[in-house]
Nanobody
C-alpha cells in the first residue's frame, strides 16, 4: 500500500510548539520533494513549506517563515514540520504530499489524510 500518514497534531496554546511528522510507506521518499499544506475552514488550501529530496533546499510561506522549520530523515522515510510560536491563525488541517519530482515542482503525486492543529487559549 502506498500512503503518507501525518501525525503530531493537537491542541496547543498560542505561543506553543508542535512537531508534525509525515511518514511514507510502500514507497521511498528519497526521490521526492515533500510539501506541507494546510486548510482552515472557509479558506483555500495553502502551501506552508516544501523540501527537496535530499533536504538541501527548502522554502516557506511568508505567513510561517521564521516560525516553522521543515526537515527530513530519509533513513526513517519521514519528513517533519517543527512549528514554533504558534498563532490562532495557524489552526487548520495539515497535510503532507509527495511531489512527482525530486524538487518542489508543485506536481503532487500522493497525499496524506491530514492531522488537525488547533491553536487556542
Amino acid at each position: 500500500q502506498l500512503q503518507l500518514v501525518e501525525s503530531g497534531g493537537g491542541l496547543v496554546q498560542p505561543g506553543g510548539s508542535l512537531r508534525l511528522s509525515c511518514a511514507a510507506s510502500g514507497f521511498s521518499l528519497d526521490y521526492h520533494a515533500i510539501g506541507w499544506f494546510r486548510q482552515a475552514p472557509g479558506k483555500e488550501r495553502e502551501r506552508v513549506s516544501c523540501i527537496n529530496n535530499s533536504g538541501s533546499s527548502s522554502n516557506y510561506a511568508d505567513s510561517v517563515k521564521g516560525r516553522f522549520t521543515i526537515s527530513r530523515d530519509n533513513a526513517k522515510n519521514t519528513v517533519y514540520l517543527q512549528m514554533n510560536s504558534l498563532k490562532p491563525e495557524d489552526t487548520a488541517i495539515y497535510y503532507c504530499a509527495a511531489d512527482l519530482y525530486y524538487y518542489c515542482s508543485n506536481t503532487w503525486q500522493y497525499w496524506g489524510q491530514g492531522t488537525q492543529v488547533t491553536v487556542s487559549s
